[in-house]
């Protein structure tokens, strides 16, 4: 069992539920862990036979493009379009962190995490 991870991904997003948030929009992070048997790419050196990052990178972009009212719901759709495209994971975890929120009191930040297995993906 393997991990690919990306950290830190930067994207500037229109998500959530306050108009000016859809207007003007927001900087956020990206965190993915995804899991699975790796073997075949660890034994034959082929990009085939894993996940590539650069194509994962592409996804959660793509959806981050598409604005949510909330950032579960943008989550739950990167999740989605990952395991749909890998079948062979097992596991994937992703973080988005909004940075600087709305909110009556400062917060550097607020993050949403959502762990799937490939079992239980939608």
């Known amino acids: 069992m393997g991990k690919i991870q990306l950290n830190n991904l930067n994207f500037y997003s229109y998500h959530g539920c306050f108009d000016e948030e859809t207007k003007i929009g927001s ?3 990206v965190n993915v862990c995804v899991e699975g048997d790796f073997a075949l790419a ?3 050196d082929m990009l085939d036979k894993t996940v590539d ?3 994962l990178s592409d996804i ?3 959806e981050m493009k598409i604005p949510s009212k909330l ?3 943008v989550a739950g759709r990167i999740l989605d379009a990952i395991l749909a495209r890998w079948e062979q994971l097992s596991h994937c975890t992703i973080t988005i962190k909004k940075l600087n929120p709305p909110m009556n009191e400062y917060v550097d930040s ?6 799937r297995d ?3 993906s939608t």
């Open 118 to 120: 490939q079992s239980n």
């Open 53 to 55: 990052y650069v194509e």
């Open 27 to 29: 900087n956020y992070k």
């Open 42 to 44: 660890e034994k034959n």
């Open 60 to 62: 959660i972009a793509n």
């Open 71 to 73: 950032i579960e719901h």
């Open 110 to 115: 607020v993050n949403y995490t959502l762990c």
